[in-house]
């Protein structure tokens, strides 16, 4: 009976030894544009998954500047607006004039545009975000020239490069999306308690963490001695930033929220100015 009872134990132990370490594998090995998440308690996943792609990197190759898009129709309307599907806000007019001086703030903190091999501007898909980013090209389009290849290897057209990247969308907000801009605050405060929480299918700060600065990551792989603009949303960037001083996603808040239009430079190892 007791060799019976031994023999099943072992069988146990083999069988979630096997099953922890197959996830463990794909949750560390799998590409990140796979969304099948591995079969593992949250505890585990948090052993095992890092969301910070840069917790390792202390420097950087090329010359970071994240810039939040301008007043949009939802930041006047006070509604949050997350939805690929649903988002069609563009930029007010207060949002188009946050934009232009955004750019040309840039233009001024980057006035040496001959010393980088080149200049991109990534944006998120959003229509706000993309108006935005087509402000600051058309601030600096005579002062500098962009990579002859986006990320995903296609030909970058004339001297600029606006690349749209999904991994800069806004972050989902669930059952907020549509609603009051009163409802962020439930969710950040949901953020302070836990960074993997998904409250009434919210996206969790890890994986907006993850998405966003493995973009960073394949930056710094391709490109050397670049300028590149992140043209993004207010919780996606803030995440960012925390990110970049390794800071845990529970943090993301505490750092000075990016007004509409704010340009800041993206400092590694260190609180952002």
Known sequence: MMKNIDSMLNVVCGLLLFRYSTAFVQTTLMPSTSRAPPVMSRSIVRLFDQPNRLAEVYSLKNDFFVLRHGQSGADVERVISSDPATDSYGLSYIGQMQAKEA?????????????????????????????????????????????????????????????????????????????????????????????????????????????????????EEHWKNHLVVLVGHNDVLQILQVACFKAPGTEHRRVQALATGEVRALMIGRPPR
């Open 103 to 219: 750019a040309k703030k840039i233009c001024e903190l980057c006035n040496d545009y001959k010393s980088y091999n080149g200049i991109c501007i990534l944006t998120s898909n959003s229509p706000r975000a993309v108006e935005t980013a087509k402000a600051v090209e058309q601030a600096a389009k005579y002062y500098a020239y962009c990579p002859t290849q986006g990320l995903a290897g296609g030909q970058a057209q004339g001297q600029f490069s606006i690349l749209p990247d999904e991994r800069l969308r806004e972050r989902g907000f669930g059952k907020f999306d549509g609603t009051s801009d009163a409802n962020y605050a439930r969710v950040w405060d949901e953020d302070l308690k836990d960074s993997s929480h998904e409250v009434e299918g919210v996206e969790s700060v890890d994986s907006v963490m993850a998405r966003i600065t493995e973009l960073v990551q394949v930056c």
